[in-house]
């Protein structure tokens, strides 16, 4: 077994090596998940097998200890060795190496594999297009349970949860590339009509009220960007267009309304590109999601719609950030 387990243990060491490396891209959670079971099938052998099995010697060797012991009273004779005993058999009952690094991990590595499958999952922000709700180098709670609870790695949803609503900010797999989580806001749910014309945000034909703010100052580019406050109608359905929250947003007055560079993806036709923006008419299960940084944000304009099966679940918090210890707080 100790051969065995160390090919293993150099199998999954290996995956990460490749994948920290770039050889490949890696799936986290299949590789927790595989890590879970793995070390729990070697729980389980250890308590049900390999336990009982070494305790059985440990209780062989005190009994034979015994046995010497009684005739050598029998004879008269000094007793030595008990330590010795001792010892031997607490190293009979200790866990060799390689069930140290496998059954030993198991409660560990299943507590992080239930916390982060179906509670809560830490993330980190890397770049500024949610900026200034969240800001580089947040780090972020999500919560995996607000939506629904899914299966890890098949992400199949068991349970209804609550409805996405416009105006939540949400973690999903990246549509073109899905090994990728990305983090926006909903802007346009199921059935809503969605413009973004001469950068006024429109829903199902209604402006999107617009205040401005102060200049928000962006530390990374030391400039001064134009900042908005949008009255958000936060309904989950195309129906519902109340009630409302105030979200804080970017607007770069150099940057031109015109959406370029735009991928080729499913309900594209459903899209109309022009000069002035873009509008789009969410299909069913599928939502549209844009950066608070409206004008440096890789959003639904470019790449399309964020299918229901995509979702990881829902921004809740800023929990740390190391150069700034004032962000940490709920997320709006």
Not at 179 to 189: A, E, H, P, T, W
Request: aromatic share 14%; charged share 20%.
């Amino acid at each position: 077994m100790a051969a065995f387990t160390a090919f293993v243990l150099a199998a999954f060491v290996s995956y990460a090596g490749a994948w920290y490396m770039g050889i490949y891209e890696g799936n986290f959670a299949l590789l927790l998940f595989t890590a879970t079971v793995v070390t729990g099938l070697y729980w389980l052998a250890e308590h049900f097998y390999f336990l009982p099995q070494r305790l059985a010697q440990a209780d062989a060797l005190a009994s034979q200890a015994q046995e010497r012991r009684q005739e050598r009273d029998k004879l008269g004779v000094a007793q030595t060795g008990d330590e010795d005993v001792a010892a031997a058999r607490e190293r009979l009952i200790m866990q060799p190496w390689w069930l140290d690094w496998t059954a030993g991990l198991f409660p560990v590595i299943a507590v992080v594999f239930v916390l982060r499958s179906f509670l809560f999952e830490p993330f980190k922000i890397p770049s500024g297009s949610m900026i200034p709700t969240l800001w580089v180098g947040d780090l972020i709670l999500v919560n995996k349970f607000h939506y629904g609870v899914r299966l890890p790695v098949l992400n199949t949803k068991v349970t209804a949860g609550e409805p996405v609503r416009r105006g939540d900010v949400m973690v999903f797999r990246y549509p073109p590339k899905p090994s990728l989580d990305y983090i926006k806001r909903v802007v346009g749910v199921p059935g809503d009509e969605v413009s973004y014309l001469n950068k006024q945000l429109s829903i199902n034909g209604q402006p999107v009220p617009k205040a401005s703010l102060p200049d928000f100052f962006e530390e990374d580019s030391l400039s001064y960007i134009k900042q908005f406050q949008e009255t958000f109608p936060v309904g989950a359905a195309a129906t519902e267009m109340t009630p409302t929250k105030a979200v804080r947003l970017l607007n770069n007055a150099e940057r031109p309304a015109f959406v370029s560079g735009t991928d080729d993806f499913v309900f594209k036709d459903q899209c109309q590109y022009s000069v002035e923006g873009v509008v789009c008419k969410v299909p069913p299960g599928h939502y549209f999601m844009m950066g608070d940084n409206r004008d440096n944000s890789l959003d639904s304009r470019y790449w399309g719609f964020v299918p229901e099966a995509n979702i990881v679940g829902k921004a809740i918090m800023v929990w740390m950030n190391f150069s700034n210890l004032k962000r940490i707080g709920a997320i709006d």
